[in-house]
């Protein structure tokens, strides 16, 4: 019914779209990009992109077409429709979200405000735009990608472009970089415009559990960190500590608290002077909660982050409050400094500051409540091109893992003997290892991917291969892997390698041979080849551009040679042909072996446990079935899986331990429903968590809002003078509210703010508190001017560089403090709803307060560091 109704809500505009095509079809290039201009000042004249959709469609859809060779079919229209309208698009996998992006990315482009199309990594993204670019450049707008190792200059270039490619993790940085910098010419990003995520239940869901920290090193006490480690010998769970593995949390009991004070001969752990519970804490829970090859890995001495529902370490991240440090403790590695915050938002904050915001996903109709409260967007499920052929199977449990393994190492030995394709997704790298290791019992071959180094190196190889005949993979979820799966294989790869080998080969024989000893024996070695292949490539081998590349470049020069992208240097021409010559050969092969796995089923999914959010699950069944294409999944399961231990119910344990009378294993509709519900339990807590999170950091984000509007207005500002007398009059004003002049000495009085100006002031004594005032002021105006004659002997923009940069300074250091205030509120908080209070409103209470504190503590700071500061 859903489809049906997005078909039909859509249809209109569907038939204006295609009744364009014949039309555009007749155009030039040149016209078809004068056609795209032609929109552009349609929509600055009427400020309406409603009413130049049609034509835009269409002109993408044409320049797709001509570029890529790729031609929108009315589905892809439907998601492309559904982006504009700030809508989520549900496109199930490999029914080409990239290509639906270019439709309302151009649309949206022709604001000239900028569109940013955000993915999950440097890889997506970097693939994305090198396709995508060439159907952007016939319509005659620009593209800009962002790669973490990019300079401010390249940033500032990209993020001008008309339409950006950019992972969540650079261009959210670079907004809190951007409000943290003492010049308007360093600033990155322009206004926020439009934004399409790509894989949006990731982003908005997945990440954004925890807010994103911009930090500094601050002193750490590394031997506490050691002791609490060392002191973990000497605990035992259940009689010193509770593990709440439901909450990710541990309870240190009495007992507990006794064993520590004894061993460490203090008095209390909770001492505020000398305080040791957090560091006790964190060495409980990082035994207790987080283990090697699931939560991290160790690499380099260093622990790295494993994200769990991508399966990819992330090398930039660092848990807080001590975690990581407790962590390096209790693997005896170096420890690293503790830091303090400089700015942070979370993903929910960041992400609603785009005016107009949509995104894609293969699932997202689980999560919809939540990015309806929390992002108001809705998720309108795209039909797919084709009917969709997949078999999703009934779960299988089994009574312990033993068994459950030894069943799931047997199915894959008797599918692959069949030739049929196996993916296995496993939930951590242990577990993949494990399996791997049973695989290797049965002597069959596999690929592994997980997030050690050795094989992420090779994800979309492995990705891309996951489908050829016989072939089976172990991967650690496949949530944004990117890479569609074909059945048969993919033969870019196989071309990338050939094609490397070719060259590698031939360029080391001319360079040990000569060059004139170079075309007779090469011949021989390469005469399976056409001439005209052999003619391209001997060219190719003569240009001494090419000769001086490195193999890692040479690699590189390949992978662009496929994306369609403009040629940049003499022979990547070459190169493009050579590869295309090698694709219509294995193409032959490809056609037949692509309808040889389809008759024998098509991609098996095995699924080694339910995870604890329904859409990771149906991310990896997703991965088979795609446009079209047959395909089976099956997840097995165990009694003691996490999911069914922690959230199935003892209830349902005993009845499902009752119905299993020997080592087979059961299916049933209770079982299946069981698991729904506990998934949905799982989920429904991860929502509150995030919700709870996403509360709190909107009293900061208000917050927030007003600091960096002030910093935005101070950076481009040309004088702030009347900035420094607002702040000056303010902070005298409130001096007198708040003493009540009348009630304090003269004498007091004076002495306090003859240390505010930093020089000696005259007053009658019997002036009343009225006078005073205006005396103050007079004094402050006097003050202020004569430090701005002072300066200006060094030049005429002195005095304004100078309080631009006390302003920004002082700025970012209240910011900072008031960070580290807010943190230690929220923790304060949490205990009042003992005392039956709502924590969330005493917070926002006490926020307000510790807020107007810092704000006129600035002024104070501003202008006391301003008449005091002097020039070198």
Request: glycine letters at 4%.
């Amino acid at each position: 019914m859903a489809k049906n109704s997005i078909t039909k809500k859509y249809q209109n505009l569907v038939s204006q779209i295609n009744s364009l095509e014949d039309k555009f079809q007749t155009l030039t290039d040149n016209e078809l990009r004068a056609q795209s201009f032609k929109l552009k000042q349609q929509y600055k004249d009427s400020e309406d992109l409603n009413s130049v959709i049609s034509e835009s469609f269409a002109l993408t859809r044409e320049a797709s077409l001509r570029t890529l060779g790729l031609r929108h079919f009315d589905v892809q229209l439907i998601g492309g429709l559904t982006l504009n309208n700030q809508k989520i698009a549900e496109m199930k996998t490999g029914e080409g979200k990239t290509l639906v992006a270019t439709l309302a990315a151009s649309l949206n482009a022709l604001t000239e405000k900028g569109v940013h199309i955000v993915t999950i990594n440097d890889y997506l993204a970097s693939r994305d735009h090198a396709s995508m670019s060439q159907i952007y450049s016939l319509l005659g707008l620009t593209t800009g990608l962002i790669q973490d190792d990019m300079s401010k200059p390249e940033r500032q270039k990209n993020y001008n472009s008309d339409i950006t490619y950019v992972t969540n993790y650079e261009v959210a940085f670079d907004y809190l970089r951007d409000n943290m910098v003492v010049s308007l010419k360093d600033v990155t990003l322009r206004p926020f415009n439009y934004c399409i995520i790509d894989e949006v239940d990731s982003v908005l869901i997945d990440e954004a559990q925890t807010p994103l920290i911009i930090s500094d090193n601050i002193e750490t006490p590394v031997d506490k960190y050691i002791i609490a480690a060392e002191m973990m010998q000497y605990l035992k769970r259940d009689v010193h500590y509770k593990v709440d593995e439901k909450n990710k949390n541990i309870i240190l009991l009495d007992k507990g608290s006794q064993q520590i004070e004894n061993i460490l001969q203090i008095k209390d752990l909770y001492d505020p002077r000398d305080p040791w519970i957090p560091y006790i804490n964190n060495a409980i829970k990082a035994n207790a909660l987080f283990t090697n090859n699931v939560q991290y890995i160790v690499q380099n001495n260093r622990i790295v982050i494993v994200d769990e529902f991508t399966g990819r370490i992330m090398p930039d991240r660092r848990w807080g409050d001590g975690l990581h440090q407790a962590i390096e403790a209790k693997e005896q590695l170096p420890i690293r400094q503790k830091s303090e915050t400089q700015a942070e938002i979370t993903y929910q904050n960041f992400f609603l500051l785009y005016p107009k915001l949509s995104g894609m996903t293969g699932t997202g109709k689980t999560a919809e409540i939540e990015f309806e409260k929390i992002y108001k967007l809705s998720v309108d499920q795209v039909p797919t091109a084709r009917p969709p052929l997949r078999n999703d199977l009934s779960d299988q449990i089994y009574k312990d893992q033993f068994l459950k393994w030894n069943a799931i190492s047997k199915t894959c030995n008797e599918v692959s003997q069949t030739g049929q394709p196996v993916l296995i997704g496993t939930t951590t790298i242990e577990k993949s290892e494990m399996l791997a290791e049973l695989l290797n019992e049965y002597k069959l071959s596999y690929q592994l991917l997980n997030a050690k180094p050795e094989n992420v190196r090779r994800e979309s190889e492995i990705v891309a291969q996951a489908g050829r005949r016989g072939a089976i993979t172990i991967a650690t979820n496949m949530a944004g892997r990117g890479t569609d799966i074909i059945l048969g294989g993919n033969i870019t790869f196989n071309v990338q390698k050939e094609l490397y080998d070719i060259l590698t080969f031939s360029r080391n024989y001319m360079l040990s041979k000569g060059r004139n000893l170079f075309q007779s024996p090469l011949k021989t070695q390469l005469k399976s080849y056409s001439q005209n292949f052999l003619s391209v490539l001997f060219s190719i081998l003569n240009d001494p551009l090419f000769v001086e590349l490195s193999d890692i470049d040479m690699l590189r020069a390949l992978r662009e040679s496929d994306t369609n992208s403009i040629p940049t240097s003499s022979y990547q021409c070459s190169l493009k042909f050579l590869s295309d010559e090698l694709k219509q050969h294995y193409n032959k092969n490809q056609k037949q072996e692509n309808q040889i796995v389809k008759n024998l089923g098509g991609l098996y999914i095995v699924g080694t446990e339910r995870n604890d959010s329904r859409r990771v699950d149906n991310q990896l069944r997703g991965r088979c079935g795609r446009q079209g294409d047959p395909g089976t999944s099956r997840f097995f399961l165990s009694l003691d899986d996490n999911l069914l231990r922690l959230f199935g119910g003892s209830k349902i344990q005993n009845f499902l331990q009752s119905q299993m009378l020997d080592d087979s294993p059961l299916e049933s509709k209770l079982l299946s429903r069981s698991l729904d519900s506990a998934q949905q339990k799982v989920e429904e807590r991860a929502y509150q968590q995030r919700k709870n999170l996403f509360e709190y950091d909107e009293v900061l984000n208000r917050q927030r809002s007003i600091i960096y509007l002030e910093r935005s207005v101070i950076l481009k500002k040309e004088s702030l003078k009347k900035t420094m007398l607002a702040y000056g009059e303010q902070f005298i004003t409130m001096l007198f509210v708040k003493q009540k002049i009348e009630t304090v000495s003269a004498k007091q009085t004076l002495s306090f703010f003859e240390d505010f100006f930093g020089k000696e002031l005259i007053l009658n004594s019997k002036a009343n508190p009225l006078d005073f005032q205006r005396h103050l002021f007079n004094e402050f105006w006097l003050t202020y001017q004569a430090k701005i004659n002072q300066l200006s002997i060094y030049g005429d923009g002195m005095s304004a560089n100078l309080e631009r940069s006390v302003c920004l300074l002082n700025i970012d250091k209240i910011w900072r403090e008031h960070l580290d205030e807010m943190t230690l509120l929220r923790e304060a908080v949490s205990w009042r709803g003992y005392g039956q209070q709502n924590p969330l409103y005493e917070y926002k209470k006490d926020a307000l307060v510790f807020f107007t504190k810092q704000g006129k503590l600035l002024r104070h700071l501003v202008i006391y560091d301003y008449l005091r500061a002097s020039v070198l």
